[in-house]
């Protein structure tokens, strides 16, 4: 009788020696080597095997501290920051993720009003990404009422006046044809619109 073989599949197979060896595999997988017992061969070489790459970005100097998806702020190590031809174009001193979330939180309970703190944050996310969700995911409980209901209406009824750069696209009821909606999606950066343009919130402003 002739067996039947079945393609080998790597993630069942992670899947069926993790649960075994009685540790958590999530998505994504093996992320964070701390998680990990390292010392066991078998579980060092299975995240050697599935662990992602890094990938040194493409952009250096003042452009990277520009561009908010890698700008770290004052996080850059001092490798990093002539690695990355940005030493200089700091101030001469270094502080943790850590450090930085603890001056803002800070400043914003610092603010009078949520409005104030609606704007802070959303100057953070425009400099640092990172830090403004680290921020965010500690906190939550404290800001998301600012950075959702009921302070993101107020922050639409004073748009004007509190806008300071563009963020994401701005689809609206002129753009009443699909070409015309086409044309705006491909003004967007990033040539693969499906992964990282997100249709967040729709609002209906007069």
């Known amino acids: ?31 964070n080597a701390h998680e990990y017992d390292l010392t066991d061969p078998e579980i060092q070489k299975l995240y050697k095997l599935y662990r992602p790459e890094r990938i040194t970005p493409h952009k250096r100097g003042i452009e990277m501290l520009k561009t908010p998806a890698l700008n770290k702020g004052m996080a850059f190590s001092l490798f990093e920051r002539h690695y990355f031809g940005i030493h200089g174009l700091l101030p001469p001193a270094f502080m943790t993720a ?9 400043k914003l309970r610092q603010q009078p009003d949520d409005l104030a703190r609606y704007i802070q944050l959303d100057g953070l996310q425009d400099r640092n990404e990172k830090l403004f969700y680290k921020v965010l995911c500690e906190n939550i409980k404290e800001l998301m009422p ?21 963020k994401g696209v701005y689809v609206t009821i002129n753009d009443n044809s699909i070409s015309k909606i086409y044309q705006i999606l491909c003004n967007w950066p990033s ?4 992964v990282n343009l997100n249709l967040n919130l729709l609002t209906e402003t007069e």
């Open 191 to 194: 040539n693969d619109v499906r």
């Open 98 to 106: 850590d450090q930085q979330a603890y001056r803002i939180m800070t």
């Open 1 to 31: 009788m002739m067996q039947r073989h079945l393609p080998f599949n790597p993630a069942s197979a992670l899947k069926n020696f993790a649960s075994k060896r009685h540790f958590s595999l999530t998505s994504p997988s093996l992320l």
């Open 146 to 166: 600012v950075v959702y209901t009921p302070t993101v209406g107020q922050a639409c009824q004073h748009f004007g006046f509190i806008y300071r750069n563009p």
